[in-house]
């Protein structure tokens, strides 16, 4: 099985005079263009957080380019742009930036707010790696990108084999919220990780990799 991760935060700054900016129908053109340039017809998908939501809106538009689906510390909805909680996430995330402050800089304690107890020197040092290759202009239109986020109409209508996997420690994505999303796709499965955050694929590779492998086994008998 090969594996590849599209970077369209790269695109979208090479490209953003040619396109119509960083949103949901732009990324999921990028994604299926980018199966069509490796020759791909059809494939397994991993969507973390961000990406998971993205994941939602290509099988949206393209479910016969998907074989699987896992949805990984995500969510099925952010809720409406214009209600307070939205614009405190926002203002919280993006106040920071506005006073100066880099991504670099607020990585540490960013980091720390979202994983659990036990992160290794090696995990954290490959998630500071990870932030310092986004730049502040794609990280703020991914934030508003991602507000007003809601495919849970579409749930019910999956067909695809789905592994949902929830952490125990994830404040942004909890466990109980990603459960009910699993009882809302068909044959959906749910896995929640222990003592793990939001970064459970670096907190805990051993364990993530283990439930991604047996998911995969399973579905290719």
Known sequence: MRSRVPDPGRC???RIGSCNGFTFPFLVKFLKNSLEELEIEKAHFVGHSFGGMLLQEFVREYPDSVKSMVFYATSPAFGKADS???KEYLNKRLKPLENGKTL???APKMIRSMTGENLEPGGMELALKSVKGVSKDAYIQALKCMVGFDGRDNLSRLNQPVLLVAAEKDPNAQPLMMEKMASKIPGAR???LPKVGHLAHLENPKSFHQ??????ESIEK
Do not use: R, S
Not at 211 to 216: A, H
């Open 12 to 14: 979208w700054e090479t």
């Open 84 to 86: 307070k909680w939205q």
């Open 104 to 106: 670099e800089e607020l």
């Open 190 to 192: 749910f896995v929640c």
């Open 211 to 216: 439930v991604l492998n047996e998911f995969y």
